[in-house]
């Protein structure tokens, strides 16, 4: 299919995917859990729609990936959803996509800071340093990671110490204190959201090796301006994982619910990657790690990973694309 005619399908889909697929709503229900039929955002009970590659060049499907493991009416909306498509669709089962905060190794005290390394808000466990930026005009340098590392899924206020290593990894206030939270984009459980974002001032006295990707040959070159494509090979650098390679696997995901502490929130325009080989392309405590193209350009922040499907089985990466959150924060990547 062309490009157009897929997006076309994707929002004729959107509005009413599950009544039309004739299946009940729990069947298709959030990535979440815990949260009851009553309580979760009717937003929530969706399949997320987004775009793939096709069988040659300049041929798209939709990619349609379903927030639950296999079963019979799991199935059951599949073939219809693959009959409403006429066939042109790929179609994935994802398991339930939670932020990744939870780190399940230590991770160090690094100075000069790094990018890759361990931080977190001091009410959080940890996340990963994405970039340093500069906000607007200024010269004051500035971490970037996401909202639910350094802002604690908005429950923080602006001032708040942030900590690298994270308090996960033993990092404690005043001693580890290497920022304080400055702005980030709210989390919504009620709208649609783009972006899981949060910048932090770094303190007086604090290096930072700005665009050094440790141990690699290569370094953060700068903002990628064109959009990612489908089946492009990326990497990121993550307090978890550490440094691995991945591809891209659909583009424009609508509809993506994802958990955090106070609900599900739901994503529009997100990337999805997977791991290359036997191995995801991230883990807990990865959030907040930016996404390099072969060239080193930023072009995407990971903010959330799905524990099962890709070709590898071994679960899903997703990611804000790299634009909207510079656009949203008035940031410039620290070069």
Known sequence: MKLDSVRSLKAQLSGGLASAAGVAAHNLSAFAVGVSASAAPKAQRRVALGVTSGTGRNDFRLAARFPQKRNGAADAAARALHTMAKGEVEIRFVGKVRKQAKPPWYRSEQRPLLIGASIGHFNVTAGTIGAFVYVGHGRSLHVLS???????????????????????????????????????????????????????????????????????????????????????????????????????????????????????CVFDDQIEIEGGGQRPFSDGGDSGSIIMDGDGMACALLFAGGEEGGSNGKGLTYANPIAPVMDALNLRLAL
């Open 146 to 264: 996401n909202n639910h590392v350094l802002a604690n899924e908005n429950h923080a206020k602006k001032g708040d110490a942030i900590l690298q290593p994270g308090s996960y990894d033993g990092g404690a206030d005043p001693d580890e204190r290497v920022a304080e939270l400055t702005d980030w984009k709210p989390l919504s459980v009620k709208r649609k959201n783009l972006i899981d974002a949060a910048i932090a001032k770094v303190v007086k006295d604090v290096d930072c090796e700005r665009i050094i990707i440790t141990g690699q040959t290569t370094s953060l070159a700068g903002v990628r301006k064109a959009p990612l494509d489908i089946d492009e090979i990326v990497s990121k650098l993550g307090r978890t994982t550490g440094f691995r390679r991945g591809k891209v696997t659909a583009v424009e995901l609508d509809g993506l619910p994802v958990t955090y502490d106070d609900g599900d």
